[in-house]
């Protein structure tokens, strides 16, 4: 099967999670709550917890309870000195070069933030383009709305040619049953929930053959 569109999610995926910078947003997301929304520290896991699992993220929970800016918050969380954590991947990049099929970045996070950390991996060339929050509006993944708009907006009719990479397994569920290839970074482990898994996206080869003109 030669699929022709890839889509791959952002963070954590395409750089891992021991680089740190999930765990400094994460860090960002805290002082938000607590800066701007006045949590006290010890209420903040719990109510993190119960917009993720009510809302699908933190934003969207803030933005339905308390009609938070959505750039407002997207910026605070974002203001981070990428170079501290991402350095130039230039494995990553020959890797993502040696597949002919369109690729899109598609991210719960907005493109000001993917577009910033691409530059610091040096990958943007390898993307025609990023499907953000904004794209997706009023939905995030793992609804199957969202899953939908970015076919539509990358002119994609059949989710069977297109493959899902994400490290969420969340997404890649709700992928698999729209009849996306679905591939997880992080994790090797076989599942239900996804067809193959990789433990980093520059193992990618294992999961999806390239292209032989291409390698
Ligand atoms: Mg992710």
Redesign the pocket.
């Known amino acids: 099967m030669l699929y022709k569109t890839l889509f791959i999610?952002?963070?954590?995926?395409v750089y891992p999670s021991s680089t740190g910078l999930?765990e400094a947003i994460r860090q960002r997301i805290d002082l938000f709550l607590h800066e701007k929304m006045h949590f006290s520290w010890e209420e903040i896991p719990a109510t993190r917890q119960y917009l993720y699992s009510n809302y699908g993220t933190t934003l969207r929970g803030l933005k339905a309870l308390y009609h938070i800016d959505e750039n407002f918050y997207l910026d605070f969380v974002h203001d981070i000195p990428l170079q501290n954590y991402l350095k130039p991947d230039p494995e990553l990049r020959r890797v993502l070069k040696s597949y002919p099929q369109r690729k899109f970045i598609f991210?719960n996070a907005d493109a000001n933030h993917a577009k910033r950390v691409l530059e610091a991996l040096q990958i943007s060339d390898c993307f025609e383009d990023i499907i953000d929050i904004h794209t997706i509006t009023p939905y995030c993944k793992p609804m199957p709305e969202a899953y939908h708009i970015a076919l539509k907006y990358s002119g994609e009719d059949d989710a069977a040619k297109c493959v899902l990479i994400?490290?969420?397994v969340g997404?890649l569920a709700t992928a698999r049953e729209s009849g996306f290839f679905t591939i997880r970074v992080g994790s090797d482990e076989p599942s239900k929930e996804y067809h193959q898994g990789i433990k980093s996206l520059i193992d990618l080869p294992l999961a999806l053959k390239p292209h032989p003109l291409f390698q």
């Open positions: 999610d952002l963070d954590e995926t999930w991210t994400d490290d969420t997404n």
